[in-house]
C-alpha cells in the first residue's frame, strides 16, 4: 500500500513530528509512505527526515491555481491508493487536487478549530477563522474517512464541519519509546549542565511554537509568580517562533530566570532534565507534547480542557484554567513541593503511555484506518 501524505510544511510540530514517527513501523507492516509539502518550512525536521529514508517532495508554487495543477501531476505521476491530508491548506488542496485523479482521500483532524477559543486567539482573525470552516466544511465530503487523534476531536469537529460519525475513526498518536529513551540520574545532570543550570535548581519546562494556541506567554507569567515562592526556580521555553513570539519575548524580558531556547531537537533530554511541564493550551487536539512527558515521567500542569484531561487520564496531574497564570503558579508550586510524593502519579502516566500512545499502537491503528478506507472506496465504487 502507498500512501501518500500531503501536509502544510514539516516544521517541527505535533502532526509533523507525529507523521515521521510512524514511518518505520508503518513501513515495517506493508506500507510505504510518501510526503509532499506546500509551505516552506524551517528545516526542523531534516534530521528526521533523513533517518527515516524520506525526502519530501515540496511543491513550488504558491499561487493556489498553479500549486493544484503541480500537486494534481505529482498525484498522477504517483498514482498512490490513498491520499492523506493533514493541517488546513494541505486538507484544502489535496481534497480538491485529487478528485479528477480519482485517488481516494483520508484527512487527520488534529485540532479542535474553528471554536471561540480559537477565533479568539488566531492570527487570523475571527472570520477568517469563519472562512476556513466554511471552506473545509464545502470540501469534506470530498474526503472517504476521517482520523480523528482523540475522541473529543472525533465528537467537536464532526459537528462542526457537519461530518457523519460514521465517516470517523479515533486513532491516537504515538510516540517510539526507544527514541525518547529512560530517564537516568547521568542524562538529566549532562543535559542540565550543558544548559549551566545546578543539578539542585527546580525547572521548569515549557514545551511549543511560540503561539497563541499554546499560551506559553501565560506560563512565563506564571512563573514570575512562582519565583517569589520558589527564588532558584528557571524557566526553559523550547518551541520554534509564532503569533505570539513578541508577547512571549517581551513578557520574558529583564528575567534571568527564564530561558527562550528557541526550537529543539533535543525535547527528550530537556524532559528529563526537568522537574515539571507547564502545557497551558487554550485549546488542543491531545497534546503530544503530554504524551511523550508521560513516557518520560515528567510532571504535569497543564489546561483543564477536555481533549488534555483524555491524553493524561486520571493520573491525578493538576489541571487550570486557561489564562489563569495564578493558577498555573500555584499548580506548578504544588508539583515542585511535593518532590517524591509524585512517583505515584509518574508511574501512572507511563502506564497510560504504554497503554494508549506508543509508535506500535499508533501504526496497528493507522494500518486499519487505511484499510477501512480503501473498503469504504470498494464499496463506493460498487
Known amino acids: 500500500m502507498h500512501v501518500m501524505h500531503v501536509i502544510d510544511s514539516m516544521h517541527g510540530g505535533g502532526a509533523e513530528t507525529s507523521l515521521l514517527e510512524v514511518v518505520p513501523g508503518l513501513a515495517s507492516r506493508g506500507v510505504r509512505t510518501s510526503i509532499v509539502t506546500l509551505l516552506?518550512?524551517?528545516g526542523g525536521l531534516e534530521s528526521r527526515l533523513d533517518a527515516v529514508g524520506i525526502e519530501p517532495r515540496r511543491l513550488s508554487y504558491r499561487d493556489p491555481v498553479r500549486l493544484l495543477r503541480e500537486l494534481r501531476n505529482v498525484i498522477n505521476s504517483e498514482l498512490p491508493d490513498l491520499l492523506h491530508t493533514t493541517l488546513m491548506f494541505a486538507n484544502l488542496a489535496g481534497r480538491v487536487a485529487a478528485r479528477p485523479v480519482g485517488i481516494p482521500v483520508v484527512t487527520t483532524l488534529a485540532n479542535l478549530d474553528y471554536g471561540p477559543e480559537?477565533?479568539?486567539?488566531?492570527?487570523?482573525?475571527?472570520?477568517?477563522?469563519?472562512?476556513?470552516?466554511?471552506?473545509?466544511?464545502?470540501?469534506?465530503?470530498?474526503t472517504r474517512r476521517f482520523h480523528a487523534i482523540s475522541v473529543v476531536v472525533a465528537s467537536v469537529m464532526g459537528r462542526r464541519l457537519r461530518i457523519p460519525s460514521d465517516r470517523i475513526e479515533v486513532v491516537y498518536?504515538?510516540?517510539?519509546?526507544?527514541?525518547?529513551?529512560?530517564?537516568?540520574?547521568?542524562?538529566?545532570?549532562?543535559?542540565?549542565?550543558?544548559?549551566?543550570?545546578?543539578?539542585?535548581?527546580?525547572?521548569?519546562?515549557?514545551?511549543?511554537?511560540?503561539?497563541?494556541?499554546?499560551?506559553?506567554?501565560?506560563?512565563?507569567?506564571?512563573?514570575?509568580?512562582?519565583?517569589?515562592?520558589?527564588?532558584?526556580?528557571?524557566?526553559?521555553?523550547?518551541?520554534?517562533?509564532?503569533?505570539?513570539s513578541a508577547v512571549v519575548e517581551a513578557s520574558a524580558g529583564g528575567a534571568v530566570a527564564v530561558r527562550l531556547l528557541g526550537h529543539r531537537t533535543d525535547v527528550p533530554d530537556l524532559m528529563c532534565a526537568a522537574d515539571?511541564?507547564?502545557?497551558?493550551?487554550?485549546?488542543?487536539?491531545?497534546?503530544?507534547?503530554?504524551?511523550?512527558?508521560?513516557?518520560?515521567?515528567?510532571?504535569?500542569?497543564?489546561s483543564?480542557?477536555?481533549?488534555?484531561?483524555?491524553?493524561?487520564?486520571?493520573?491525578?496531574?493538576?489541571?487550570?484554567?486557561?489564562?489563569?497564570a495564578s493558577a498555573l503558579a500555584e499548580g506548578l508550586a504544588s508539583v515542585l513541593e511535593r518532590g517524591a510524593a509524585s512517583d505515584s502519579r509518574k508511574d501512572a502516566g507511563e502506564k497510560r503511555f504504554r497503554k494508549h500512545f506508543t509508535a506500535e499502537a499508533a501504526c496497528d491503528g493507522m494500518v486499519n484506518f487505511y484499510k477501512n478506507a480503501l473498503r469504504a472506496t470498494r464499496i463506493h465504487q460498487c
Open 276 to 302: 515539571v511541564l507547564s502545557f497551558p493550551s487554550r485549546w488542543e487536539g491531545l497534546g503530544g507534547t503530554l504524551v511523550e512527558a508521560m513516557a518520560l515521567r515528567l510532571s504535569i500542569v497543564a
Open 304 to 324: 483543564d480542557i477536555e481533549p488534555v484531561a483524555e491524553a493524561i487520564g486520571d493520573v491525578g496531574w493538576p489541571l487550570v484554567r486557561p489564562d489563569d
Open 118 to 142: 480559537h477565533r479568539a486567539n488566531s492570527c487570523y482573525g475571527a472570520w477568517g477563522v469563519r472562512a476556513a470552516q466554511s471552506a473545509d466544511m464545502v470540501t469534506a465530503p470530498l
Open 40 to 42: 516552506t518550512d524551517d
Open 173 to 244: 498518536r504515538g510516540r517510539d519509546p526507544a527514541r525518547l529513551g529512560i530517564v537516568t540520574i547521568e542524562r538529566r545532570l549532562r543535559t542540565r549542565a550543558a544548559l549551566g543550570i545546578d543539578a539542585g535548581a527546580p525547572v521548569v519546562l515549557s514545551v511549543g511554537r511560540l503561539d497563541r494556541q499554546k499560551g506559553v506567554e501565560t506560563t512565563v507569567e506564571a512563573f514570575r509568580r512562582l519565583v517569589a515562592r520558589v527564588p532558584d526556580a528557571v524557566l526553559l521555553v523550547a518551541g520554534r517562533p509564532g503569533n505570539a
